[in-house]
């Protein structure tokens, strides 16, 4: 047995387990220690991923080669892409889940990782050791100590260890140490850092009660069907591979060879009414939220159900969504209740709405404060300023969300892994992927609730679609090792159709006929007077290239000989690369002008608080946060133009 690695990852969670498989097939020798080898990548609360913005940073992971996109594919039991409404900027993927399946595949690829090994245990203590005479780093991470007195050593620690540090949960008054019900917390790793320097604070998040499938009275519900028909998905046909009615099934990953398996399930939509909201607001006394058992910041977007009966009292219903947790199974989760009241009054709430008279718990709901430590003592990297080779990625970062969490770990554990080859972090922009809005918004913004991605967050998200994630990242995570020839040939095979496919569109042409005419008049649009190329009809909004396909043979049958499986991807991709051609270009435009802030870099021994032409606030703020470039110092909140411009006339190189 192995006590010596070059990375060491701390929690087995959705930024663990990323971050272990990534360091892993980099060729660091890597443990993944959990508490629960049974449990790895659980999903402690709805058994979804992606979703607004956070569906863009899954095909993000996958496009660099990680692995949620693919577990989330393999146990998918309905797609949806929502915004569809709106434009391509803001498409967002969302699957639902089998949790037992999404934990099996996740354990599958753990142990077929090479380099990596697993270890149940729980950490205890980190090992440190002073930094002589640096002026970064105080210490430097020599390895952990497990529950059971067990020392592994490794230059590099990954903490991943989600809501477990100091975990405590509340169901009412009854208060239970643990990370997630069933489950202990983990003493000791906050004290020890705290004592060395580090900023600690508390965070609070909530999950409703579990429910019996037996119990809902379905005919008072609204189905909710995903964007495949429901069914046995491995059955449905593709003769001609893009068209709606009949296209290969939406999938996270960009592999062609990564097929969603599962039977699709539907979900539904119940509602509250005004006796379910007067029970609840009867017992906000006994809310741990109200009667101030819980000081902790709460997640501002996905509010518990007291929150939000208090917040908009104006309101007499909330949607309830009626989540399916698997496949097979009976059990739901109740998105949109979540809850730190006495169970006895969520049964008796959720009893007062008709579709759920019955309802039976599996398990009731509860909040949860755990610690965490606020980003700003990160570097871009995710390696803690004071201790050298310690890395932190997920909650304990003061973020919510699978999601979030898995980009995280996907870069702490590239970044453990080439700093251990001597190799340099690998750092995201802002303009390259939603991952590098997320690290550099908590690196330099900080937090000061749960933080959540939204494509609001990203001002270059035309540039940070869904769809192009692939040509964004795949170059970036081949050239680094972790994406392989497979999914590189795979995105090179797709561009290449995807660009034929758009010259074909700007050569060919469509000449003026009755029949033609009246195709367009019947859409809305002016008919023909001479000959048009099919990209100028294709840039017409109430035209789509499926469309099309109608007055153009030539085009059917091109779309028709598209890469069996990918073709429908193929098509969208070209079709919006045309369609928003001239807001792609003016967005490129200006980021290219705005990053030339982050070529400019700022000394490291600027004196700040001695610069009075600085305001007050921007003094205090540059000294706390030391950015190294223009660029950063311009997001750092109280830092205005203004100041920007001294510090580039002063300090500017």
Not at 210 to 215: A, D, F, M, T, V
Not at 297 to 321: M, N, W
Not at 374 to 381: A, D, F, K, V
Not at 392 to 406: I, K
Request: net charge neutral.
């Amino acid at each position: 047995m192995k006590f010596n690695y070059d990375v060491i990852v701390v929690g087995a969670g959705h930024a663990g387990c990323e971050a272990a498989a990534a360091a892993g097939r980099l060729g660091a020798s890597t443990l993944l220690i959990t508490a629960d080898l049974n449990r790895v990548a659980q999903m402690s609360c709805n058994p979804a991923i992606g979703g607004i913005a956070k569906g863009q940073i899954v095909r993000e992971i996958d496009a660099l080669g990680g692995q949620t996109g693919i577990v989330a594919d393999l146990s998918a039991i309905q797609f949806r892409m929502l915004n569809r409404s709106k434009g391509p900027a803001v498409w967002s993927p969302r699957v639902q889940s089998d949790r037992t399946r999404f934990i099996d595949e996740w354990r599958r690829i753990l142990d077929a990782t090479p380099n990596l090994e697993l270890f149940q245990g729980m950490v205890k203590e980190l090992i440190m050791e002073p930094v002589e005479d640096s002026e970064d780093a105080k210490y430097r991470i020599k390895g952990v100590t497990t529950d059971l007195g067990m020392s592994f050593y490794a230059a590099h620690v990954v903490l991943t260890a989600g809501t477990f540090l100091g975990g405590l949960m509340h169901f009412g008054s009854t208060k239970v140490k643990g990370g997630r019900i069933s489950e202990s917390s983990s003493e000791g790793i906050t004290a020890q850092l705290a004592e060395i320097g580090f900023e600690v604070g508390r965070m609070k998040t909530g999950t409703p009660a579990r429910i019996s499938g037996k119990s809902i009275d379905f005919t008072l519900c609204e189905r909710q069907d995903g964007d495949d028909p429901v069914g046995d998905i491995k059955n449905i046909s593709n003769p001609c591979a893009v068209t709606p009615e009949s296209r290969d099934p939406h999938k996270f990953s960009f592999l062609p060879n990564v097929a969603r398996g599962l039977n699709v399930r539907p979900c539904f939509t119940t509602h509250t009414n005004p006796e379910s909201h007067r029970i609840l607001h009867d017992n906000l006394a006994d809310s741990p939220l109200y009667n101030g058992d819980i000081q902790s910041i709460g997640p501002r977007y996905c509010p518990s159900i007291e929150t939000k009966i208090v917040t908009f009292a104006d309101k007499d219903s909330h949607q309830l969504f009626l989540e399916p947790e698997g496949e097979t199974t009976d059990e739901y989760y109740i998105n949109g209740f979540s809850s730190s009241l006495p169970w006895e009054v969520q049964l008796k709430s959720l009893q007062s709405i008709p579709s759920l008279r019955n309802v039976h718990f599996y398990r009731p709901g509860y909040a949860i404060e755990y610690d965490y430590f606020p980003p700003t003592q990160l570097n871009h990297s995710l390696e803690t300023k004071l201790v050298k080779g310690l890395y932190f990625a997920g909650q304990v970062n003061g973020t919510t969300g699978y999601e979030e969490a898995a980009a995280q770990g996907l870069m702490a554990g590239i970044n453990a892994a080439r700093d251990a080859k001597g190799e340099k972090p690998l750092v995201l922009k802002r303009d390259q992927a939603y991952i590098g809005v997320l690290i550099d918004d908590l690196v330099i913004k900080g937090v000061d609730e749960p933080y959540r991605m939204f494509t609001s967050r990203a001002e270059y998200r035309i540039l940070l679609r869904q769809d192009d994630a692939d040509m964004r990242l795949t170059p970036i995570g081949y050239e680094i090792g972790l994406a392989d020839e497979k999914r590189y040939g795979a995105m090179v095979e797709k561009r290449d159709a995807r660009d034929e496919l758009i010259e074909f569109l700007k050569r060919e042409k469509v000449s003026p006929s009755e029949k033609v005419n009246q195709w367009l008049e019947s859409k809305g649009t002016t008919p023909l007077t001479a000959g048009l190329r099919l990209v100028e009809l294709l840039k017409r909004p109430q035209l789509n290239l499926q469309m099309l396909r109608e007055i153009s043979p030539r085009l059917d049958k091109r779309l028709h000989a598209l890469p069996e499986g990918r073709g429908y991807e193929i098509a969208e991709a070209a079709e919006i690369l045309l369609k928003y051609d001239g807001y792609i270009i003016r967005e490129r435009e200006l980021a290219e002008k705005t990053m030339r802030l982050e070529d400019i870099r700022l000394k490291k021994d600027i004196d700040y608080n001695s610069m009075k032409a600085l305001s007050t606030e921007a003094r205090q703020k540059l000294s706390l946060h030391r950015p190294e470039t223009l660029g950063q110092a311009s997001r750092i909140p109280g830092v205005s133009p203004a100041d920007i411009n001294i510090l580039l006339m002063l300090h500017g190189r």
